[in-house]
């Protein structure tokens, strides 16, 4: 068990499933200090049963962070509390299984609600407790569909590309004032993230091959905590795509276009 984390207040939202689950869970095995957000509260509440067994403080609020005023609330409740945040952990996340022309605006607009500006409602809300402290860490979790688009997730990839680009122009903006940001970039997730996806088709497409578990990006998510990186590709062979895109978006094309007529 590692001490550097340690005693540390953790921001974790999308908690109640997933990767969030997981993450919280690896960060209470560090000994960090949690506050736990999501929108299901019994969900929310029996994580926080299971992370006072491991002998660590938390505080579970349930939380829709495609809301500006329940992000605010959640930030200021976690400093009432602790009287620090040291790192926010932008993970809540939804999905939605529709060519662009099937996308309703109501359902892109969902989409960047939560995606992208839940995350940018935590970040605005966080950077000023940081900014006191002279120290924090915010971590952003995209995907390698925020490096390079694929069918059926045009929203989905618009929201984690726009997500990138926000975490880059921050990291830039916070250099030298203590203030640390990253992003991580799983592949597919064997998590419950696909079931939930909305459909207006009634498909059910799972993820594609590689496939890792909520417990693989968590150790991801730790580790880059640890030691912060400005971006993480879970899957490092997953870079070679974003090279290859880079210099050959038709080639790229082509090889998505395989991977993604496969049966999962």
């Not at 938390?58 to 040291?86: I, K, N, Y």
């Not at 099937?102 to 966080?126: K, W």
Request: net charge positive.
């Amino acid at each position: 068990m590692g001490t550097g984390l340690a005693g540390q207040v953790v921001i974790v939202t999308g908690a109640s499933s997933g990767i969030g689950r997981e993450t919280a869970l690896h960060f209470a095995r560090e000994r960090a200090r949690l506050v736990l957000a999501a929108r299901r509260q019994q969900r929310l509440q029996g994580l926080e049963h299971e992370i006072e067994a491991l002998g660590t403080e938390v505080l579970s609020l349930p939380t829709d962070v495609a809301q500006q005023d329940q992000v605010e609330a959640m930030v200021e409740r976690a400093l009432e509390r602790f009287g620090r945040v040291d790192i926010l952990v932008n993970n809540a996340g939804v999905g939605l299984v529709a060519l662009v022309e099937e996308t309703s605006p109501e359902d892109m607009e969902m989409i960047l609600r939560v995606n992208f500006l839940g995350a940018f409602y935590g970040i605005r809300a966080a950077l000023p407790i940081m900014r006191r402290q002279g120290s924090g860490h915010i971590i952003n979790v995209s995907s390698i569909v925020g490096k390079r688009g694929i069918p059926l997730s045009g929203a989905y990839c618009a929201s984690k590309f726009a997500l990138i680009g926000l975490s880059e122009s921050l990291r830039l903006e916070l250099k030298g004032s203590g203030i640390r940001v990253s992003v991580i970039c799983p592949v597919g997730t064997a998590t419950e993230f696909f079931d939930a996806a909305k459909d207006p088709r009634g498909r059910k497409p799972g993820p594609k091959p590689p496939v890792q578990t909520p417990s693989h990006v968590a150790r991801a998510i730790i580790r880059c905590a640890r030691s912060p990186r400005p971006e993480v590709i879970v899957y490092p062979p997953a870079r070679l795509l974003v090279v290859l895109n880079a210099l050959s978006p038709t080639l790229a094309d082509w090889v998505i276009g395989i991977v993604t007529s496969r049966k999962a």
